[in-house]
């Protein structure tokens, strides 16, 4: 068997979804199909619970849009008066009932209770509509199936019970495609969780892993890996073959493609990992396999923006790595900061990570007992892999460079303001 996944873009309209079911329907192998929140349901639902968590009005009007934007999806589908219709309607209804009654203050918990309506509701449409487009199919809900820890809002898979209840239920015997929800899960007490933004593709990987796939497809809008984000560089190349380590090194810099979860569990079964164009489904795309034979055959340019600069500094002069790394890193764990670079002189600890505006004053707070601490969040990271003198310099170019690591196959560079391509 295989899997497939579909993001938002893929799913953002009546063409998309009819465009879905062409694509399904010539899959040749049994299929699990992973389908995200429609175009940018996800980013709507945050705002909907954070006006019902300030207690405004507004959050009944931003619902109702939401809503009407589904239902008009449906209406261009054809299936005003199907019972996917209905099936949207008493979703809607029971996230309506959920909105009204009392919410706690527990952000993470609320979180995952309103946000994973948005895979519901897409996969109730979807499934509908490939059944009356003849892709016959099972709706399956995954947050009875893949079970996870109550972290919400990043919550982990629980392996083995999760592996039972999947092989259980995917086991296709009654049904050639199975049609689920990437990015949520439930707890063993029943409770809805969600895996962390963008989790759809990670969630392909753990069915895969679990049911024994022979192969993962992510349908995108874009003709595969390339080696920059075309929308920042002009020029961009195609990269045909790419291996788990490259792809991971790819994601973990800031490639926004996949997930950077994504590999992992592919890793442990070798399973590959095709990209491909949903836009031209019979292009080659990209496949990223355990071994590419060699590396890319161009430089490949990856930015991470909205990023934080930390100089720690030891207010004893204390030698900076030696004495204090270790207690400075669970502090940075236990506050949630994800760290991107790290450099280090003798009394000093530079550290460039992911720019959360909410975790500042706890980083101050807490790292301020022990250290003195001083913060520039105006800065982006650039990793280029397997540079060139000539990729270096397109880079670099009249830039201000903070900090500059190299090594025999990636350099990165933290710049002070915002890279124009
Ligand atoms: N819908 C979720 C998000 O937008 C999950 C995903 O798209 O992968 O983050
Ligand atoms: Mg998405």
Request: a negative charge; aromatic letters at 8%; hydrophobic letters at 40%.
């Amino acid at each position: 068997m295989i899997v497939y996944k579909f993001g938002g873009a893929s799913v953002r309209d009546a063409w998309g979804i009819r465009n879905l079911a062409a694509i399904a329907g010539k899959a040749d192998d049994d299929l699990v199909i992973v389908v995200s929140a429609f175009g940018k349901t996800t980013n709507a639902l945050e705002s909907i619970l954070a006006s019902r968590m300030s207690r405004e009005d507004k959050y009944r009007e931003l619902l109702e849009s939401i809503a009407d934007y589904h239902r008009n999806v449906i209406i261009d589908l054809k299936m005003a008066n199907s019972e996917t219709g209905l099936l949207f309607e008493n979703s809607l209804s029971q996230l309506s009932a959920y909105l009204a009654g009392e919410c706690s203050a527990d952000y993470d918990f609320e979180y995952d209770q309103v946000v994973s309506f948005g895979e519901v509701w897409s996969t109730i449409i979807v499934s509908g509509f490939l059944n009356e487009a003849g892709v016959m199919n099972r709706w399956v809900d995954i947050r009875k199936v893949l079970v996870t820890d109550n972290r919400h809002r990043d919550a982990n898979i629980v392996w083995e019970e999760s592996r039972k209840r999947l092989s259980a239920t995917f086991n296709f015997s009654r049904a050639h495609v199975y049609l689920t929800q990437g990015f949520i899960g439930g707890t063993l007490g029943g409770k809805t969780t969600t895996l962390g933004r963008e989790g759809s593709d990670y969630t392909a990987a753990v069915l895969a892993n679990m049911l024994d796939a022979t192969g993962v497809y992510v349908w995108k809008d874009v003709p595969g890996l390339l080696n920059a984000d075309p929308q920042w560089l002009k020029d961009t190349e195609r990269l045909p073959v790419v291996s788990y380590k490259e792809a991971v090194e790819m994601t973990f810099s800031g490639a926004k493609v996949i997930h950077p979860k994504t590999i992992r569990p592919l890793h442990n079964k070798s399973i590959p990992l095709y990209v491909k164009s949903f836009l031209d489904p019979g292009a080659e795309g990209t496949i990223i396999v355990p071994d590419a034979g060699g590396a890319p055959s161009v430089p490949v340019f990856v930015k991470k923006e909205d990023q934080i600069m930390i100089s720690i500094l030891p207010r004893d002069f204390s030698f900076a790595i030696s004495e204090n790394l270790s207690r400075i890193f669970m502090i940075l764990t236990d506050i949630g900061i994800k760290v991107n670079l790290v450099q280090a002189s003798a009394v000093s600890i530079n550290i460039c990570a992911d720019h959360e505006a909410e975790r500042i004053g706890e980083i101050m707070k807490l790292l301020g007992e022990e250290f003195r601490v001083v913060y520039n969040d105006n800065v982006e990271m650039v990793t280029i892999r397997h540079y060139t003198p000539e990729a270096i310099e397109k880079m670099t170019l009249g830039r201000q460079v903070m900090v500059e690591q190299r090594t025999r196959k990636t350099v990165r560079f933290v710049f002070t303001r915002p890279v124009q391509s």
